[in-house]
């Protein structure tokens, strides 16, 4: 290493850090893997030349300022929202691959992790997680045998999928079965035809579950993925149980709203711990999972909570009331479980060896160059959350959910209004939710291997509209539960299609936990839409409640389309060399 740079100084933005060692040090996240010996000298040689010409480019110190200590900046926050001028040059100390926004008059997103915020005059930050410098790319070289991948990959899933996959279906079956409970005699027992009462018991579990997503996935990577996620399967569990005791319906609202700050903290961060873990084009298929888990698990579980309501009236308990004590027996369980067997992040693994962790990284950071935490800020936090693709994302992710939660809420009410008994409305609540789950895993399947994210999700859409309009018009019972067979598919598929469809075009831990937290913080908008549009007075077709859910599905498919435009315009920017690194990171493409 050159005297004029110490292993311990701070090198400017886009420079390695290397120390004489066997190891290479890329910015904090390629510690793992080993360069070797022959090629040290030739690596130093490039990080003085690039540390020479980066400092060519050094602005004065009048412009070492952080963003928002400039009044002037600060102003131009809001033009954050808008996409970048596909024309932009930018001062000159700003060569690629940082890049000003000359028509949005904004500092583009990434402009934090690279650097442009110095903390002193006479500081630098180091380099940011999420940029491959090509001087080190030999690094990505070593082969591991194919067969070592594919044995360290499924030893991931089965490691990681089943009991998540569990989770996640208890977690929905837990959220969802105050209608079966309603049917079943709670409705009667706690008076909840007065007034709004059921739809307020309903909709109040989304406020904490909507406040506190964004905490929860932060607190997440403090705490641990084992620790955070027992804590909050325990203590839903212990909410549910509390729902079989309630005497009046003001208890069962309270009991609601704890499930609520518990469930917060848990699909958010099931999420993002699964997409810290595989590549962009895999996600989608593991996150299917655990839709097919759950939604399979969960038309079952209307025929188990037909069976739990039919226990004899004992100790001053009713059917309804063993259902949600039975469940909340199985949820505490299995959050003993989650803590003995639940895997932390990739860097954090007690499963795999040591070479094993190293493949997973490796991965991960050739796909996208985010393999291991970069560290949250308050101005990363501001800078992501002015991202208006997230945004989008997350208006699309409300208006998916709500069709999904009003089924869900309401499927065996609407089988009810087409005069089924209560038995025969739990058992036909089932065939819709098997055949969703296939066409969730197909969809999801398709959509990996072909590496398309907006066309399928807008398919998916339109079928949900077409169920929507036949459950609503049709005036044959068999035609209208054929509608709900392709309305809950189509409505199903779409909610993993946009969380992989975020996750894909994402690179940084910090703005991937603040993303996810948002988008399934939004869902939870969805989920009071549902419960609010889905009316008493319009029983039974629910006519103003569909026609809500379909202009929502018409709003996604906008927002898609401008997603998608987006997206194609950068990257086309971006192969012709118009535009610098796509999220900063060399080589990465949007997905679209």
Known sequence: MSPQYAASDKIPCGVLRTIKSEHTVLGSSLALFPVPESSAGNSESSIIQNVQKTEQHAPSIKHRVGLWASSRRLLQFLPLF???????????????PWTYDSWSGAWPPLA???GMMYKDGSELCEKPVGVVDKDVEHVFEAEYPHGFVKKTIRQVDRHMLPLLGLLYAVALIDRTNLGIARIAGMEKDLELKVGSRYSIASSLYFVPYILLQLPSNIILRVLGARTWLTICVIGWGASQLGMGFVPTWGYLVLCRLFLGVFEAGFFPALVFIITTWYKRHEVQKRLAFFYLFSILLGGFSAIFAYTLTLIAPRGGLNGWQWIFII??????VLGILTYVFVADFPDKNRFLTEEQTKLVLHRVEKDRGDSLPDKMTWRKLCLHLSDWTMWAYAMMFLCATTPAYAIGFFITIILASMGFNVRDSLLLSAPPNIFAAI?????????????QRALLIAVQTVLTIVGLVVTSYAHNNGARYFGLFIAYAGASAC?????SYNANNVVSHTKRAVSTAIIVAFGGIGGIFATTVFREQDYPRYINGIWATIGC????????AMLSRTYNRRNKLAREGKMGPLEGQPGFYYTI
């Not at 469940?327 to 505490?332: L, P």
């Open 82 to 96: 808008l996409p970048p001028s596909p024309t932009s040059t930018g001062p000159t100390w700003l060569s690629p």
């Open 439 to 451: 066409c969730t895993f197909g969809f999801a399947y398709i959509s990996d291997r072909t590496q």
């Open 495 to 499: 909610i993993p299609g946009i969380l």
């Open 327 to 332: 469940e909340g027996i199985i949820t505490i």
């Open 112 to 114: 934090l992790d690279y």
């Open 553 to 560: 599905q018409s709003l996604m498919l906008v927002l898609l």
